[in-house]
């Protein structure tokens, strides 16, 4: 091994090889400290007058996944930051004007950064691989593409694809980035370093125009067409963030720079951006989510690396139907479906295909990998062919007795290792595993709905759960492509206790005449993707006061939810599933059903403003995790911060509720719920935000 980086070889045709390797990293990244070393073998191409160079990932998977994110986390001041984006500007400005012919052969992830290295070069081919993905991703990290990215991208894919592109931090494969531009060539991974040896051969290529249809050359070519196009851009981004985020503007910004002012102001404009963006809050909060998802990747890794290949799911509901559909199409694994009736087993296998449908058209899926996958999923309506089930997961009636006898079922039909994995949203999972002859083999799983979108799932060992089962159990929701996290079995675990009370202070509030859309509104302007009635519509208002009882009964009174609740039951307003609960639900919208302020005794009066309201639903949310850390039903403040964020919806802008309890300062927190506590004793402080508050620690 060498300490290289960038590792120049010539070939005999005069054609330069760079393999680019960071010693000792699975991933390579980029550094400011590796430039001089770039340097030198650009000067030592061009001294040795080669014809082409061509650059090569020496990683088996990627390419380059973009600048080291370390590295722009240390950036102590904004001219640190500042002096990254302008390294970055001026080494891949030489690459672009050495006199020879740069080849990017790109295998893997080549992200942020590494695409920004790619764009540099004068042709780009990449593997066909499905796991050749290349993209500027920067958005998610609260920055923006500070490599030249939001300059080289629009000329490329025209402006409308570089904004979307950008916007979402969306990754590409080989085909779409062919079709758009963004490569020139794709070809298999076998003849990679030989299709891109023969283009640096040929020579430089001359650069095209973005292959954009009429209307777009329309739009993009003139200034009132792109006038248009930016302001679409940025009403889009207020719509879908609430402003909350600084990096979409810039980067807006800096593409409508790249093509109304001269390259050097524009770049300007770019590195300026980056600079900003990267001490921005939002960005550090962004960043600490990378680094914790990352780091807890590394957790509850399993010895067994053979992977679980045959799941059972029980239940075809809405929630089975989601979980089959994950095991099969994330995770690879053959699943079968057990329903009570055929009827459960079809609803769940046509869940499965209308979502793959739905990519097929999109092309994300040729008909045959559509074939494929479904092939994995059968359903019956008996215990045939469970004998090789490695893992069984229910989703059935939130019913002990029922998921008892699914245990005693599960034990007799299948084999001695198989887990039993519950995905209860409320029952204590040692009470499911009472009977188990093998309740080391039983664990709780709960998902959240839509199951295939959601990206959290609790991991609930009990007392007896063996440690083996709870690391298969986490791995195999890795595989579904599930961030997991493992909780203590203890009413509502983490995610519903802490929203339990989130929501009944919503109600509260509503029952004391504050208006259903104004609630809804407060928290969505704070930063949560929907309102908590909403939200409570579409769980279904009868699921959440199952919930209730269950909570109040192991944790007290603070978690008594508002009777009024049992008045919409009654009159069958359940949510959106009955087509009315606080909203009525039309086939393209929703609105407030007006009748409700009358069935629930309620005259509408608001006092509070939104700041208000939405202080005290949220307070109650972070009183509820300060204790649930304190007891140990998450094992960390990260823990408790990813779990919000993944599962609820917390705004991820404030990095979820322990990093947002050290910004407001665990004294002031304490303060607030203590003055709230003074009409409603379920504002009562936590004990342990009493005491960080005299200690004055903080969870970071
Ligand atoms: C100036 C520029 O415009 C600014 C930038 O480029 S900002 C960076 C833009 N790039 C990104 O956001 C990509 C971030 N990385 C990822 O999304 C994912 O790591 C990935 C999709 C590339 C791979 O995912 P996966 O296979 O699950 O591997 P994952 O466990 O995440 O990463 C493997 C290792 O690479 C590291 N890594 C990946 N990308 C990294 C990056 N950009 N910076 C630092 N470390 C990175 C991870 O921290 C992890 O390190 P570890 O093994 O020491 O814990």
Redesign the pocket.
């Known amino acids: 091994m060498t300490d290289s980086v960038f590792n120049f070889e010539l070939k005999d045709n005069d054609i330069a090889v760079v393999t680019i390797d960071v010693p000792g990293?699975?991933?390579n990244?980029?550094r400011a400290s590796f430039v001089d070393e770039l340097n030198e073998v650009l000067q030592k191409a061009t001294s040795e007058r080669v014809k082409g160079l061509v650059f090569i990932s020496g990683k088996a998977?990627?390419f380059i996944?973009?600048?080291?994110?370390?590295?722009?986390d240390s950036a102590q001041t904004r001219d640190d930051a500042l002096y990254?984006?302008k390294t970055?500007h001026d080494v891949f400005a030489q690459m672009a004007a050495m006199p020879f012919t740069t080849v990017a052969a790109l295998h893997g992830?080549t992200?942020?950064?590494?695409l920004?290295f790619a764009l540099a070069c004068d042709y780009r081919v990449c593997s066909d691989a499905d796991i050749t993905?290349l993209g500027?991703?920067?958005v998610?990290?609260g920055?923006?593409?500070?490599?030249g990215?939001t300059q080289r991208l629009p000329k490329l894919v025209g402006i409308q694809k570089a904004l979307e592109w950008t916007l979402t931090?969306k990754?590409v494969r080989a085909k779409q980035a062919l079709k758009a531009g963004l490569v020139n060539q794709c070809v298999p991974q076998s003849i990679l370093l030989t299709a891109a040896l023969k283009q640096a051969l040929k020579g430089k290529v001359k650069s095209v125009k973005p292959k954009l249809d009429r209307v777009s050359q329309l739009l993009e070519g003139n200034p009132f067409g792109r006038n248009i196009i930016f302001k679409k851009a940025a009403d889009n981004v207020t719509k879908k963030t609430g402003g909350h985020y600084p990096a979409p503007y810039a980067i807006i910004k800096a593409i409508r720079a790249s093509v109304e002012m001269d390259s050097q102001r524009a770049y300007q404009v770019e590195a300026d951006g980056?600079a900003d963006l990267c001490m921005s809050s939002q960005s550090k909060a962004l960043r600490g989510i990378?680094?914790a998802?990352?780091?807890m990747?590394?957790e509850w890794q399993v010895e067994d690396k053979s992977s679980i290949s045959h799941v059972a799911v029980l239940g075809g509901g809405l929630m089975g139907a989601g979980i089959a559909h994950v095991s099969a199409c994330k995770a690879s694994a053959r699943v079968r479906i057990k329903d009570v009736a055929s009827e459960g087993v079809s609803k769940a296998l046509n869940y499965s295909y209308k979502i793959l449908s739905k990519k097929q058209k999109r092309r994300i899926l040729s008909s045959a990998e559509l074939q494929l996958q479904m092939n994995r999923i059968t359903g019956v309506t008996d215990y045939s062919g469970f004998k090789h089930t490695q893992i069984a997961i229910e989703a059935v009636f939130e019913d002990l007795s029922l998921k008892q006898s699914m245990v005693a079922d599960i034990e007799a039909n299948t084999n001695e290792q198989t887990i039993f994995a519950s995905n209860t949203s409320s029952l204590p999972i040692h009470q499911i595993a009472e009977k188990a002859a093998r309740p080391e083999n039983v664990i709780g799983l709960h998902y959240f709905s839509p199951v295939e979108k959601m990206p959290l799932v609790e991991v609930i060992p009990h007392a007896g759960t063996s440690e083996q089962v709870i690391a298969k159990v986490v791995s195999f929701a890795r595989k579904q492509g599930k961030t997991p996290i493992v909780v203590k079995d203890k009413a509502g675990f983490y995610v519903n206790r802490i929203l339990a009370p989130y929501v009944n202070e919503a109600a509260n509030l509503l029952l004391a005449g504050e208006p259903i859309e104004k609630i809804d509104q407060a928290l969505v302007e704070f930063g949560f993707p929907v309102g908590p009635l909403t939200l409570l519509d579409e769980v279904g208002i009868d699921i959440g006061s199952k919930i209730a009882p269950i909570l109040e009964n192991e944790l007290g009174e603070r978690f008594k939810a508002p009777d009024a609740f049992n008045k919409l039951i009654a009159a069958k307003r359940l949510g959106r599933k009955t087509g009315k609960g606080f909203y009525l639900y039309g086939a393209k919208d929703k609105k407030v059903d007006e009748s409700i302020y009358d069935l629930l005794g309620i005259s509408v009066s608001p006092k509070l403003n939104k700041e208000e309201i939405a202080e005290r639903c949220v307070s109650q949310m972070l009183n509820e995790a300060a204790r649930c850390l304190d007891e140990g039903i998450i094992a960390s403040a990260r823990d408790g911060d990813i779990g919000a964020i993944f599962g609820i919806g917390f705004p991820p802008f404030l990095g979820g509720p322990f990093s947002y309890m050290d910004k407001l300062g665990a004294a002031q927190l304490a303060s607030r719920l203590a003055t709230f506590a003074e009409k409603n004793t379920a504002f009562t402080p936590a004990e342990a935000l009493v005491t960080m508050a005299e200690n004055k620690t903080v969870y970071y």
Do not use: R, V
């Open positions: 990293e699975k991933m990244t980029l998977d990627n996944a973009g600048a080291d994110i370390k590295m722009l990254l984006s970055c992830a992200l942020g950064g590494g920004e993905k500027l991703p920067e998610q990290l920055l923006l593409p500070g490599g990215g931090g990754q980056f990378f680094f998802t990352t780091e990747k590394k």
